[in-house]
């Protein structure tokens, strides 16, 4: 049942994906993603995030435009004890207003073992500046490393464009 699971949100985000690519790419803003995750363990989380908000394209016909944010992100997790694990991982998501739903390619390692997989996602948010989630992991190595399957966390998403004067639509023609 979860690999069917994880098969029909894989297949729903590699749509929202192909249809959100472009747009990402030419419109999208870099942002700065930080966070804390806990899977039986403590991990502090950093990277990087390219997303589009629709209101920097400033349209005053649509309403609530800023609560709706896709991004693509590479981040890496590491372990907050003494021993060295991290999990480098990249993946896409999608936030309306206070719902945030993603998935992401990850792969826990200490340099000698790895523990590859597949992690679907969903939170609250709010507009994708700040949220809390849950996520489970679908892996290889399911021993490596006592990780648990399922992850609760935060994560804050700094200079998403949520507040967007007209300053920077005049720089960068929008």
Request: proline content about 2%; aromatic content about 18%; some cysteine.
């Amino acid at each position: 049942m979860k690999h069917i699971t994880a098969f029909i949100l894989f297949f729903l985000m590699d749509t929202a994906v192909i249809f959100g690519q472009s747009t990402l790419i030419k419109k999208g803003k870099f942002a700065g993603l930080v966070g804390y995750n806990y899977n039986h363990r403590h991990w502090a989380e950093v990277g990087l995030v390219r997303g589009y908000r629709s209101n920097y394209d400033y349209d005053p016909s649509m309403i609530a435009s800023e609560m709706f944010y896709s991004y693509a992100f590479v981040s890496s997790e590491f372990l907050l004890e003494n021993t060295f694990i991290m999990c480098p991982k990249f993946g896409y998501h999608i936030v309306l207003a206070v719902l945030d739903v993603g998935i992401q390619v990850i792969d826990y390692t200490d340099f000698h073992t790895h523990k590859f997989g597949l992690q679907p996602e969903i939170g609250l948010s709010l507009g994708g500046m700040i949220g809390a989630y849950y996520r489970y992991s679908l892996t290889t190595n399911k021993d490596a490393f006592d990780i648990s399957n399922h992850n609760f966390g935060i994560k804050i998403i700094i200079g998403s464009g949520f507040f967007i004067d007209g300053d920077w639509r005049k720089k960068h023609n929008r």
